[in-house]
Each structure stands twice: as structure tokens, then as C-alpha cells.
Nanobody
């Protein structure tokens, strides 16, 4: 049974930082691309950043230069370092797994339950 468990969300002031983690189990983590998505109230879920099985990354324009994705295959964990946070980054953040390659849509095989990130003024 595949499980993706996010952690690290919370409330932060604008300009602050948070680090999200997503621990995976039940899959051969090193063969999966991992993505971070977010969904704000009343909006569709959107792609934030992804990292392929071999370390290729792709960032949404809205987070380039502020967010950094990384993975630790020994720990079956993907991280999202978020710096210079803005109120518009407020959303539920989800991690997702897809075999090998990143896609920008929501066509991922497995999803976590999400973690809330709230950025205040």
C-alpha cells in the first residue's frame, strides 16, 4: 500500500520560510518522479514544482527563485524549501508520485493528504 505523508505546513508571516516534507512508503521511491501541488480555496489544484526520478526539476514561474525541491532517496523523502513566502502562496500543499517523469497536470499515480500553508501579511 502506497502512502505519501506530508508535514511541515503552518502559519508564517510574509517573507518567511517553511520546509515541507513528504515521506513515501510502499513504492520504489527512486524510480518515481515527485511533484508538489497546491490548492487554494475556490481554485483548482496547480502544479508548483516537480523532480524526476533522476533529479531533473521543473518549477512553476510563480515560485522560481523562491522554492527549492530536493529528494533523499535513502530516506524516501522529498522536500520543498519555501522562502520569501507571499500571502498568495497560501494553500493546501500536496505531494504526488508518478513513475519516472514529471508532468505539469494532475496525472500522478499517488497523492498525499495535504498540509496547510498559511502566509499572513
Amino acid at each position: 500500500q502506497v502512502q505519501l505523508v506530508e508535514s511541515g505546513g503552518g502559519l508564517v508571516q510574509a517573507g518567511g520560510s517553511l520546509r515541507l516534507s513528504c515521506a513515501a512508503s510502499g513504492l520504489t521511491f527512486s524510480t518515481y518522479a515527485m511533484g508538489w501541488f497546491r490548492q487554494a480555496p475556490g481554485k483548482e489544484r496547480e502544479f508548483v514544482v516537480g523532480i524526476s526520478w533522476n533529479g531533473i526539476t521543473y518549477y512553476a514561474d510563480s515560485v522560481k527563485g523562491r522554492f527549492t525541491i530536493s529528494r533523499d532517496n535513502a530516506k524516501n523523502t522529498v522536500y520543498l524549501q519555501m522562502n520569501s513566502l507571499k500571502p498568495e502562496d497560501t494553500a493546501v500543499y500536496y505531494c504526488a508520485a508518478r513513475w519516472r517523469t514529471i508532468v505539469l497536470g494532475t496525472d500522478y499515480d499517488y497523492w498525499g493528504q495535504g498540509t496547510q500553508v498559511t502566509v499572513s501579511l
